[in-house]
């Protein structure tokens, strides 16, 4: 055999080795997304038969009766999630604020740590934490100590985007508003607030979206009720928790519920995220023009 | 200029061995000059002498910026706009400036922006009136006076100055700074914009940065020639009436420099 | 030489910015606060049971409430098997994942494959709960333990009874969960790696795919870890997703099919029924060590991410 022969066939067996790989690859990124279409689908499928009028509206039956719903759920997740958000901007912005205007030194540096380590620890801890800091002493559950643990969890993200969005407004604009006259509370509030919106918008779609599914903490925090709960004051329905409660339970008609919900919290997230994509999309193309 | 012939003129804004720092670079000397009352006064150097610097020390701009210095004094009407209860807002509002690059805000309409920083308590067709008067002012009132309400980012980069020109405008300071207002645009806007120059002296005391000759011969009254020496600290060479700096210049370094030897 | 003598300029000086400032600041310190005080309490509220155990409730095993007597070492081993797990299948297939999307898939591809796995991350912890304990694990019990028990039943790894629910399921669901984690970054890792390094590999005769594995992956290998390390630290605090399968067993048992528990699913299952203080102090501490540990391996993690990336 000659050598240039050798050497032809050891390249088409690096060939075939290169589109094995590609194969492999390609394989392994079809897997991936194949998840995501296998769980939604099946969640669809299972979930939406579920789905109906009374199931959007109507209260939990107890165990052995047939129908009811996950009304109060929905209910206590929105309230949830709007006291949690009323929380969170403030602080967030504000320390997003903070980081942009003076962040150079020792302690933005290590207000941007703390918020990175906050983004890392596991949510059932913050449970623990709104546990201790609003349940414990009271001595009851509450809505707002889940709005509490959400809040937490809505932090890291609104903190880091904040910082970044008003960081990404241009100096001159700010320097432009500063020059009229204008107070730093002005220039912030008036003008580079309003231009770095869509991108802090965008942040807090994702903040709820990811809050939304969001369950350990609420086991001992909204931990749940039967009825029409409007007071945060008092443990209420939370949607996710009644997914998770009917799912562990063995009565086939939960289940089936729990297929629904999860269909509702799977819509609710994927229309956020998919939102605060486009609210994105949409201000980058604002930029450019 | 000599101090005899400084007083005879009336000075609305001056300066006092004024030196500026970014951190420990000082990026101007030492600087004393004058400004005469409604006259266009241009400061040309080459680039990077310190020009912008020292324009944004004369309305507490420069401050802003991270770790940025001042030292010396600035008076505006004999006061020191330093001094220690001196509110920096309240001198920026009497010192306007306009930007290199047109910095229009973005999220406000054409309308919101020129008004932004106009008088307080005016009632609609105050406002409005106080709008058209800063926009006709600006030269730019016939272009925009159809879509008051759309937003600045629309408009070419000569509009968007001249807005810019037209917010500062509206403010009603008695110092307008510019720094290289056309640099960043086309010949035509330029032109209009050097017009426009000329007719808001008799108005205002106008501080303008260029690095374009020819430009500070067409607009000024008096030029100001800036040079950064060996260490890199922007000074000032001389200062005098345009037409006399621009053909029996006083230093040879100027001579260098507005004949094209160096720069 | 001597220090010039600045004029230290204050930028925040009329009442309004005074006012301004003070909000700002207040809100940055009750941030600080917030996070401070998530320590101070997880400490607090682990205290009597760290003075009752002492550090061996990390290696003790028992976990019994009747008693009061609890050990950590069951919930731990739970959580590093499932991490594991995850993060093997997930590395794996996330790491190959990203080398296609990033080198070999022509953008009409790419873009969409990339935006379904990002939504991925999207999914509720709890779907991926329910999905795991009605699809995943019957699954486990009726086609893979039977599978691999036919293989390799003899190892003690996949011995013993497949109740479907048990540590192998838990860490599928997990790798699932981090998958994109790890997909996303380091995709953005190799992208990064300069096109030279590419060309001048296939200049030399490279295949796509050696340059890809041989001079790529080996560019771009501590950010990927990063990436991996990142996964790792969602995979051991994840809980609602991992209570639902892995059958919530305080036992330490060798083969894979087992059921077993982890340090966050033991929480969610017992916190609200816990009784004796000091049983709710043990939990807390769980608690204390999850907090701890994810500090820990995420600050690995992105200290390894912004090495390469440079900070920002
Ligand atoms: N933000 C800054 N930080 C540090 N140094 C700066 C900054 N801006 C300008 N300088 C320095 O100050 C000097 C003067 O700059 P500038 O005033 O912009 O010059 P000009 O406007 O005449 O071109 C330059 O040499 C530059 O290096
Ligand atoms: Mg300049």
Redo the contacts between chains.
Sequence with gaps: MTVAALGQRRLRRRRVYGSLGTALALLCALLAAGALLAILGYVIVQGAGAINWSFLTALPHPVGVPGGGVGNGILGTVIIIAIATAMAVPIGLLTGIYLALFGRGVIPEALRFLSDVLSGVPSIAIGLFAYAVLVAPLKHFSAVSASFAFMMLMLPLLVRTSEQAIRSVPQTVREGALALGMSNLRATVGIVLPTARPAIITALLLAIARVTGETAPLLFTAFGSQFWETNPNNPMAVLALQVFTYAISPYPNWQAQAWGGALLLIVAVLVLSLGARLMLRRAMQGLES | MSAAVAAERDELLATDEL?A?YGDR?AVGDVSIAFTRKAVTALIGPSGCGKTTFLRCL???H??G?D????GRVLLDGQDI?AGAV???????RI??V?Q?P??????SILDNTL??AARGLNRRQRFDCAERALRAAALWDEVKDKLRSSP?RLSGGQQQRL?IA??VA?EPEVLLMDEPTASLDPIATAVIEELMARLADEFTIVAVTHNMQQAARVSDVTAFMLADEAGVGRLVEVDDTARLFTKPGDHRTEDYITGRFG | MVQPRFRRVARFVSPADRGFAAVVYGGSILFALLIIGLFIELVLGSWPSIAAFGPSFIWKSSWDPITSNFGALPMIYGTVVTSLIAIVLAAVIGIMAAVFLADFAPRWLSAPLSFLIELLAAVPSVVYGLWGLFVLAPFVRTAIGPAVQKVLGWTPLFSGPVYGVGLLTAGIILALMIVPTVTAISRDVVAAISRDLREASMALGATKWETATRVVLPAARVGIFGSCVLGLGRALGETIAVTMVIGNRPEISASLFAPSYTLASVIANEFTEATTSIYISALIELGLILFVVSIVVNALARLMIWSVRGST
């Design positions: 030196s720092y000082k309305n507490r701009i401050e802003v991270f940025a210095r001042v030292e330093y509110d920096p807002m309240a001198i920026r509002r306007g400036m930007f690059r910095n229009p805000f973005p999220t406000l932004v920083c980012l810019c917010r500062a403010a």
